[in-house]
């Protein structure tokens, strides 16, 4: 359906006037698979803003990832915090509907869509998550409750994939100690720590110890008195 490459939540944001041309000219089936699609990119977009890097993302979006399938999306989303639980929810009841349509019925093939009772009853209980009137069962009135409560949770999950803050690269302790003498250069710590280093690589340990053990002394010094200040407030 989609041909383009999606990078990001606002690649999406373009989107809605095509999607709902596409509903609108579809069958049941057809609408239901499209809206679905649609809110699982939505999904993998945020997901991959919350990533270190492309390449990270790409591993685990792949089809063969963690990250693979609607309901995978669902649930990873949801435990790194970018799904509320109503969101969640809904979006479950989405892929329940998404299923029916995309599967094969003995006795009435395709046609298990917004003219019966299950569906209905998974459309009412979507809407019903929304605030929506849900008093009605015409096939077509159920089609427009189902794309109208797409349509608010999308509106929900692009909002919350323009909050997301990619995390920072995790650093290796030789990278931090290196940062740290940068900015430790100049002071009486760094030079303190340069020259402890140097008997270290000299294989006298004493001093570099002696030194860490009064860095370690002066922070519990200065927690304590932290905590003292805290609760006098």
């Known amino acids: 359906m989609m041909a383009k490459n999606f990078q990001s939540p606002e690649d999406l944001s373009g989107q809605p006037k095509e999607i709902t041309a596409l509903f609108e000219s579809e069958s049941d089936r057809g609408a239901i698979l ?18 270190v890097s492309e390449d990270a993302a790409n591993d685990i979006l792949d089809f063969r990832g963690p990250a693979g399938g609607f309901d ?5 989303s949801f435990a790194l915090g970018l799904l509320h639980e109503e969101e969640k929810r809904g979006l479950e009841a989405i892929r329940k509907i998404r299923n029916t349509a995309a599967h094969f019925d003995r006795k009435k093939g395709f046609d298990v869509l917004f003219d019966t009772e299950r569906t209905q009853a998974l459309v009412h209980n979507l809407a019903s998550t929304k605030n929506i009137d849900t008093n009605t069962d015409s096939p077509s009135a159920v089609k ?10 999308v509106s929900k999950l692009f909002a919350r994939g323009l909050e ?6 995790p650093t290796t302790l030789k990278e931090k100690a290196n940062h740290f003498r940068k900015l430790m250069v100049g002071t009486e710590l760094g030079n303190a720590l340069a020259k402890a280093e140097e008997e270290a690589q000299n294989g006298n340990l004493e001093p570099f110890i002696k030194l860490n053990e009064e860095i370690k002394r002066q ?5 304590a008195r932290s905590s003292n200040e805290s609760d006098k407030v």
């Open 219 to 223: 922070l519990e010094e200065k927690l």
């Open 144 to 153: 427009r409750l189902f794309f109208l409560s797409v349509r608010l949770l």
């Open 72 to 76: 995978l999306k669902i649930r990873l």
């Open 164 to 169: 997301i803050m990619p995390p920072q690269k």
């Open 34 to 51: 499209i809206m679905a699609a649609y809110l699982e990119e939505i999904l993998g977009c945020n997901i991959a803003a919350y990533c």
